[in-house]
């Protein structure tokens, strides 16, 4: 289904290393780098007011192709500067008062629950996050009594975490957040971009994306996905401007009717346009060959990582994508470090800090990460577990 030849071409560098570290900062394809060089090399002839005008409307297929990408409209997305600036702009759209409620899951991003814990400090907003069963899936039936007794204002969930690859169910939970009337946040940093996410089917209010993982844009880039339902009950951000909010009197503003209300006016328009065209790469793709390509790559990587007995599997859950950790038995974390990059496989390494929840109930302070993406091939999954198996 994938051209796997061209896809590689279009990324030159995937030729020189085992790069499998998407869900940290991807390789960007030729078109998307293209566009951001020619585009500073025209902004440095013109100055970027000139050449915002000169090129508004291909900036307007940024949203396009995102609208395309979410199952949304165009009305719906805002650009961010990265997943977090999202999920702020976001949270703080939602008018909380001491005492509201917001639930989560124990696998949701760090810097989700750090804001959540901010919010208890300054105005006593408590987090309540539901159990998991003992396949690692949310338990939807204690989310339902968490709602029926809490009533809460909000409900959060990673769909997929940074630490691990499961996929949440979040269809199921957008279902109960609909039922009852509650409003829904999605990150979706780690899923968009290597598999389908459709925000008519999970139902949510608000979904948060970044540029530079497995979509493979520029740093420094992101979006948020905004519901009908939120731009019409007119929740704003308290960070705006003069692009998200027009100062029509000295003590009125009004903010506009679409998602530009969680935007500010400053943005690198060359990183918009990388953005737009990451985007496009993947929908021309298509987000399902994207995935069915990657599960590919999953199974063979953990099943011949699967004959080595010494392998600890750190991931579990139902449905899984492509973030897989591990350790290796009696290797520490700074020989399986060197090993790897000897060998010039790009990795990440997951500390505690960055799942606490989940690494103390699994009993380990790290995790090697590896994330492949579909500009890999079988034969690097192989000499990676070779490598793994070497070490
Ligand atoms: C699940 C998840 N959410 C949010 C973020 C934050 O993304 P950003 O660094 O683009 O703000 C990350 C980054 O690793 C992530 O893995």
Redesign the pocket.
Known sequence: MLDILKIRKDTPHCEDRIFLNS?GSSLMPLPVVDRMKNYLDEESKHGGYKLYDLYVDEIKEFYTEVAKLLNCQTRNVAFAF????A?AQALYAIPFEKGDIIITTDDD?V?NHIQFYALYKRFAVQTIRVNNLENGSIDLTHLERLIKEHRPKLISV?H???NTGKVQDVESVGRLCAQNDVLYMV?A??SVGQMPVDVEKIKCDFLCV?G?KFLRGPRGT?FLFVSDRVLQRGLYPLRLDGWSANWVAPNRFEFHASAQRYEVYEQSYACTLGLKEAVKYANQIGLDNIYVYNQTLLHRLTSTLAQQEDILFLDRGEKMVNIFTFQKKGVSKENLENALAKHNVYFSTASRGSALIDFDKKGVDWAIRLSPHYFNTMEEMDRVAEIIASI
């Not at 990265?82 to 600036?85: L, Q």
């Open positions: 869900a990265n997943a977090t600036d999920f991003y810097s990673t997929v975490p940074t990150d940093c780690q970044t530079r992101g």
